[in-house]
Structure formats: C-alpha cells, structure tokens
C-alpha cells in the first residue's frame, strides 16, 4: 500500500534552515508530482510546494518562494524539502502528498517549531 514517512522536523532559531525528507513505497515513485503541505495550529492545511515527476518543474507557494526548495532523489523514493531563513510563522506541521489517479495519500507529517 501507499506509504508516506515525513522526517526531518525539529525547533530552530528564526533564520535557521532545515531540511525535511519524505520516504515513498508502495507506488512507482517516479511516475508522480509529489507536493509538501504545511498546517499551523488552528489553521486549514495550506499547499507549500510541489515538483513534478522528473524534477525537472519545481511550484512554490508565494510565503515560502525564494526560501524553500524542493527536490526529488527517484533513485531513493524520496522527496525533499529544504527550507531556510525560516520564520516564526512557518511553524507547522509538514505533510507530503501524492494523488494517485483520484486518491490522495498523505504522511503523518513532522512538527517543524521556529522560535523567535
């Protein structure tokens, strides 16, 4: 089955960078854009970024364009997302997500605190 592991979260001082990872199984990992999502407490589950199946097409939401960068590593089933210059608000938690056909499947997400 399709399974999604985020990694990667943690607390970091306002300017500081991090990088998340989600691991993919059970699918052709290659053959899918693969998206990042991000929910704050309180908050509806916003779209951050997405990269399309090769690589090759990279979107970012306007709050995090020019700070996070997504990538791809298909030989390792896993999406990236490095952010840096964080800000407080971009405290949330991080989710992945692949639509598969009309099926959305999303990881457990990982906590991402930015202190000020």
């Known amino acids: 089955q399709v399974q999604l592991v985020e990694s990667g979260g943690g607390l970091v001082q306002s300017g500081g960078s991090l990088r998340l990872s989600c691991a993919a199984s059970g699918f052709t990992f290659s053959n899918y854009a693969m998206n990042w999502y991000r929910q704050a407490p309180g908050k509806e589950r916003d779209w951050v970024a997405l990269i399309t199946p090769g690589g090759t097409i990279t979107r970012y939401a306007d709050s995090v364009k020019g700070r996070f960068t997504i990538t791809r590593d298909n030989a390792r089933n896993t999406v990236y997302l490095q952010m840096n210059s964080l800000k407080p608000e971009d405290a949330a938690v991080y989710y992945c997500?692949?639509?598969?056909?009309?099926?959305?499947?999303w990881g457990q997400g990982t906590q991402v605190t930015v202190s000020s």
């Open positions: 997500k692949v639509r598969i056909v009309t099926a959305d499947y």
